[in-house]
């Protein structure tokens, strides 16, 4: 039996809430009415807060993509992060929506973005891998060169989005203090902490040019210890391991990069290095093959499964 419909809230928080409801409960069509009631309200107050109408625009684009409409929901998204550039949400159901149109550039760099952003999240992986299998099929083994261009983040974006990360973390706690629950949540590095860590990064990388391996781990150490959620960190780290011959550590940050980038070419590449020096020749075929799944061309992997695989003849 539909719910009864009740006398429409006038605030946009109100609709907003009343929006989340119904989408909750399944009722995407009435979440979309309240929403676009909320995006009316809030452009003719002129109200100047583009932050609370790309959230609103995302949340229609949810409703949207719930429904197939998926046009709609990429004309949302696309208003939405026009507002607030490299918003998590609306690039994950943007990509959603040009998957299911079939049109697999797209949405492999919108999923290729979130990853930038955030490359724990499993649904972005999850949509590359799907991405890279279908653009293999469609445009065969030079795919990648038929891509546009992929964002590049800047660090002042990235510093941004660790403040709106970090107050987002302290809003939960408070709520769940307030609730009498314990909120188990994981530490967001502050923007100060992401914007250090990058220039001890940077330093590290400059060591490596000069040859500088062990002061260049030195510095990738104490850039993770402030940000341990950058992959990047933890392949270069394993790099200077490899020159440094110490395997076991190289092997270590390596698993490190691709539990928060299970696809991650240059770790599972590192890793393979690793397997190979320390006599684990499986494994280190194992790493090559799941490589070659993503770059079937990718020459210095094809080169080193042939010499593995003449040691195992």
């Known amino acids: 039996m539909p719910a009864k419909r009740r006398c429409q809230p006038a605030s946009v928080p109100a609709l907003k809430q009343s929006g989340n409801e119904c989408f909750k409960n399944g009722q995407y069509g009435e979440a979309a ?4 009631q909320a995006v009316t309200l809030l452009q003719k107050s002129g109200t100047n807060s583009p932050e609370e109408l790309s959230v609103l625009l995302s949340n229609r684009a949810a ?3 719930k429904e197939g409409n998926c046009t709609d929901c990429v004309k949302d998204c696309t208003a939405s992060l026009e507002l607030v550039p490299f918003g998590v949400k609306p690039l994950l159901r943007r990509a959603a929506a040009y998957e299911a149109l079939e049109r697999y550039r797209l ?3 919108d999923y290729k973005t979130v990853l930038q952003l955030d490359c724990t999240i499993k649904a972005a992986h999850d949509g590359t891998n799907r991405m890279t299998q279908a ?3 469609q445009d065969g083994p030079s795919w990648r060169e038929k891509l546009p261009p992929i964002p590049t983040i800047s660090l002042s974006d990235r510093e941004r989005l660790a403040e709106a990360g970090a107050k987002a973390q302290g809003d939960r706690i408070s709520t769940a203090q307030q609730n009498g629950t314990t909120a188990k949540v994981d530490r967001v590095p502050s923007a100060e902490a992401v914007k250090r860590a990058h220039a001890l990064k940077e330093e590290g990388n400059a060591f490596v ?3 500088e391996h062990k002061a260049a781990v030195e510095k990738y150490t104490e850039s993770i210890e402030l940000n341990p959620k950058e992959v990047t960190t933890y392949t270069n780290r394993a790099l200077c391991h490899l020159s440094l011959k110490k395997y076991q550590e190289a092997k270590k940050d390596s698993a490190e990069a691709l539990k928060l980038d299970p696809g991650n070419v240059k770790a599972l590449y590192r890793r393979a290095q690793a397997h ?3 006599k684990d020749y499986k494994a280190c075929v194992a790493d090559l093959n799941a490589l070659l799944k993503t770059e079937p061309k ?3 992997a094809l080169k080193l499964l042939h010499d593995v695989r003449k040691i195992l003849k």
């Not at 009415?33 to 676009?36: A, D, G, I, L």
Request: aromatic share 18%.
């Open 33 to 36: 009415s309240f929403y676009t």
């Open 63 to 65: 409703c949207f993509l």
């Open 107 to 109: 949405a492999y760099v």
């Open 135 to 137: 653009l293999t099929e």
């Open 209 to 211: 040019k000069k040859g």
């Open 276 to 278: 190979k020096e320390l």
């Open 298 to 300: 990718n020459v210095t």
